[in-house]
């Protein structure tokens, strides 16, 4: 009797490695051709053992308290939807099922009160003769060390035939294009050799037309189409552009490139899908660095030293054990161990209550619930949230939109920073109020930017000779001056007490301007000196010199003293230009290496400019003369008109005269004709017709 073999059972680690190897031969699509390589196994069992057990992605790890909330959850809302609920929850289908199952069992086992023993586990195991429904999801069974003739030689076939990683299609393949290769080759070497004998076949114009498709535009002409004969509709010759990619075919380049990118991205996606490495390869773990650790902070005697101590104190405590004095000494290693329990970081308390379990007792209520058609009460459940697991309720108000807008605003001063942009100009205008205050108490001279003089004149100090109170003024006043002329010329402060307030300045201001008035009055002169300020210090500058390291009037100094001074203020004068002019070489040079391109663009620019500026105006003149052109004519054209209109009035009446002497003439020939006739009529002839010169013009 023939031995039938039920495909199915348990899967073995022989199986498991061959369907790992075909994979990676035939990838995840080719389920018929894998399954010829297991004898015992079907296209859809081998794609069920990849996707339940064998494909890496599948999680195989403990289940965690997030994902049995998640699994509870879905479970209530999609019932018996393990398809869909698989990959929310991360594990296969099988897996989710197995799971839900084991977590009602428990809320059953809770409910009976019933402790969990070996027994209960026994009872779901399977007994002998049962055949498991699931065995993909199942590990694999150990090989034995003596195998079936049937698993050597299926072991045998799957080596042989996925050691060929060449079959019978690519070696066709190869054969064909070396064939052609061979049949092109010997074409070319037959050609050479007819045409190194003079005779030339397949090598003209002709040829290389038909064999590329081209068109011979010296003896063709490209996209005739002839006229067809009679009336037609001129309609249908309206030009296509949608028939131009049915003339000109696609570039043999064009579509070698196209080919060689398809191809490109086929072997890359076969890279991906088929190595092993993309499918058994293991993760690249980093190594880890050497462990450093501190320094130790104790050294070794002194940890020997702590010990002696240690055991010091719990022989001095054996010692006086017994006696009533004991209780006064201190326990310092229950210290030790109170303080570091105490230094340990406390762990958070968790509740007492279980959510998996309260959801798993649930749901078991829900399937055990009796028909409504009792009625009564519900099924009692338990109150917890039905929202997504790890997800909080959060309380619904409505937004205060006032206090939400006020919210943004500082409260206080301490609270904002002000603008650095701000700060920064209201720090200028601070510096620039303080610089006009102190530029008020500086001198009229100072203020109005007038020449100072290099150096002070020593006279202003000494004090004069008279010991009356006009000379002791002048000394005041000289002594004032010296001090303002320091603080202008060298910068030298005078002490505060002697910058007088604004106040005081003013008053003195009043009281020199009537002492003023008055003089002026007496003496009868004006007050208006700064309209002739500017004259008197340009007079002052081109007539005062330094000579001597002194300032003196260039007219007061001999000739010879006025050429040295003259000299003197050209050398400096000539230095400073130099100095200049050697800065400004500096500063064109930079410019130049800046401009340098812009002024050529501006250069070719001007060019063009002046280019186009020439045509133009010669286009003007151009146009000035087709203008002159176009008035002669019309005049011209007028003239020809009347000129031409004679000569057909002219022709008109020379036709009609000549019509008129073409119908006599006419008329004179048949008159002719007729009194021929009757000269040669004879007595026995028939009588003649005679007709009338209307009628032989009708005829």
Not at 18 to 44: D, E, F, P, V
Not at 64 to 75: M, V
Not at 350 to 356: A, E, N
Not at 680 to 693: D, H
Request: hydrophobic letters at 35%; a positive charge.
């Amino acid at each position: 009797m023939v031995r039938v073999i039920i495909k199915g059972g348990v899967w073995k680690n022989t199986e498991d490695e061959i369907l790992k190897a075909a994979i990676m031969k035939y990838g995840k699509n080719q389920w018929s051709r894998i399954a010829s390589l297991l004898h015992r196994k079907s296209a859809k069992q081998c794609k069920a053992r990849w996707y339940e057990w064998l494909d890496p992605r599948i999680k195989k790890t403990e289940w965690s308290r997030e994902e049995d909330e998640k699994l509870l959850h879905l479970a209530k809302i999609m019932p018996t939807q393990w398809r869909t609920i698989a990959p929310i929850v991360g594990r296969t289908a099988a897996q989710c099922l197995e799971r839900y199952e084991y977590l009602l069992d428990e809320a059953q086992r809770r409910a009976e009160g019933i402790e969990e023993e070996d027994s209960l586990k026994e009872a779901k195991k399977l007994k002998p003769g049962d055949v498991d429904p699931t065995p993909e999801t199942k590990p694999a069974r150990p090989d034995p060390i003596d195998m079936d003739e049937d698993e050597l030689e299926m072991l045998s076939e799957a080596r042989a035939r996925l050691a060929n990683t060449q079959g019978k299609k690519a070696k066709r393949k190869a054969r064909e294009k070396q064939l052609g290769e061979a049949r092109r080759l010997a074409s070319l070497q037959k050609r050479r050799e007819l045409r190194a004998a003079g005779i030339i076949i397949g090598s003209g114009w002709a040829y290389k037309m038909k064999k590329h498709r081209l068109m011979d535009y010296n003896n063709e002409i490209p996209f005739e189409k002839q006229v067809p004969a009679g009336f037609h509709d001129p309609s249908e010759d309206k030009f296509d552009k949608a028939q131009k990619t049915m003339v000109e075919e696609k570039r043999r380049d064009w579509q070698e490139r196209d080919d060689r990118k398809a191809d490109k991205d086929k072997l890359k996606k076969r890279k991906n899908e088929d190595l092993p490495e993309s499918i058994f390869g293991e993760k690249h773990e980093k190594k880890r660095s050497k462990l450093i650790l501190p320094e130790p902070q104790i050294s070794d005697k002194e940890l020997e030293d702590i010990i002696k101590i240690g055991h010091v104190s719990d022989s001095v405590r054996e010692l006086v054990d017994d006696n009533p004095s004991s209780t006064l000494l201190h326990d310092y290693n229950e210290s030790a161990r109170t303080n570091a329990f105490s230094a340990r970081t406390q762990r958070a308390a968790v509740g007492d209550v279980d959510t998996v379990a309260r959801a798993a007792d649930d749901l078991l209520a829900l399937i055990n619930v009796e028909t409504p058609l009792k009625g009564g009460l519900n099924t009692p459940l338990h109150n917890h949230d039905f929202s997504a697991p790890g997800s909080q309720r959060q309380p619904i108000s409505t937004p205060n939109t006032v206090l939400s807008a006020m919210a943004a605003t500082p409260k206080n001063v301490g609270e904002w920073i002000e603008d650095a942009a701000e700060l920064e100009k209201r720090r200028q205008a601070i510096a620039e109020k303080k610089k006009a205050l102190e530029l008020e108490k500086r001198t009229k001279a100072f203020q109005r930017q007038l020449p100072l003089p290099s150096k002070l004149n020593i006279e202003y100090k000494k004090r004069g000779a008279g010991g009356t109170d006009l000379h002791k003024a002048d000394d005041l006043i000289k002594s004032e001056m010296y001090s303002l002329m320091e603080w202008d010329v060298e910068g030298k402060e005078p002490p505060p007490k002697q910058i007088y307030s604004k106040e005081a300045m003013e008053l003195a201001k009043k009281m020199i301007d009537i002492e003023a008035t008055k003089m002026a009055e007496a003496e009868d002169i004006e007050l208006k000196l700064d309209s002739q300020m500017w004259q008197v210090v340009a007079n002052c500058f081109g007539e005062l010199v330094k000579f001597q390291n002194r300032f003196t009037r260039l007219s007061n100094l001999s000739k010879r003293d006025q050429l040295e001074v003259l000299s003197e203020r050209f050398k400096v004068l000539f230095g400073w230009m130099t100095s200049q002019a050697t800065k400004m070489q500096k500063l064109e040079k930079k410019v130049r290496l800046k401009l340098g391109g812009y002024m050529n663009i501006e250069s070719s620019l001007t060019d063009k400019l002046q280019e186009l500026a020439k045509q133009r105006e010669t286009a003007l003149l151009e146009l000035k003369t087709f203008k002159r052109l176009e008035q002669n004519e019309q005049k011209a054209i007028v003239k020809r008109i009347n000129s031409l209109t004679a000569e057909l009035k002219e022709q008109e009446i020379r036709e009609k005269n000549l019509q008129k002497r073409f119908s006599f003439l006419q008329h004179r020939k048949w008159e002719l004709e007729q009194l021929e006739k009757r000269e040669n009529a004879t007595s026995g002839q028939e009588p003649i017709r005679y007709a009338s010169f209307e009628n032989v013009g009708h005829s």
